[in-house]
Nanobody
Framework: QLQLVESGGGLVQPGGSLRLSCAAS????????MGWFRQAPGKQRELVAT???????NYVDSVKGRFTISRDNAKNTLYLQMNSLKPEDTAVYYC????????WGQGTQVTVSS
């Protein structure tokens, strides 16, 4: 069972920045393509960014140019740098495999509001 713990969320004003972290358990983290997902109130969970084991990244159009996904395999940690945040980015953010396992963590709340 993959264990993932998200952190780094908070309240930020529009235009601000946050850096989310995802701590993963296990010794084979480096072999997996990973993703960040988010779920806004009343909406389905959506995949917003991915990074492969070869560090190839992809983003949903709504965050391109603003978000950067990265990973530190030595630390078993996935990151999401979020810049130029908009109110529409408000959601609970989760990490998981790009092809997600049915084991979701608690997520971390990101609220963008003035």
């Amino acid at each position: 069972q993959l264990q993932l713990v998200e952190s780094g969320g908070g309240l930020v004003q529009p235009g601000g920045s946050l850096r989310l972290s995802c701590a993963a358990s296990g010794s084979i983290f480096r072999l997996y393509a990973m993703g960040w997902f988010r779920q806004a109130p009343g909406k389905q969970r959506e995949l917003v960014a991915t990074i492969t084991s070869g560090y190839v990244t992809n983003y949903v159009d709504s965050v391109k140019g603003r978000f950067t996904i990265s990973r530190d395999n030595a630390k078993n940690t996935l990151y999401l740098q979020m810049n130029s945040l908009k109110p529409e980015d408000t959601a609970v953010y989760y990490c998981n495999l790009q092809d997600p396992r049915p084991y979701w963590g608690q997520g971390t709340q990101v609220t963008v509001s003035s």
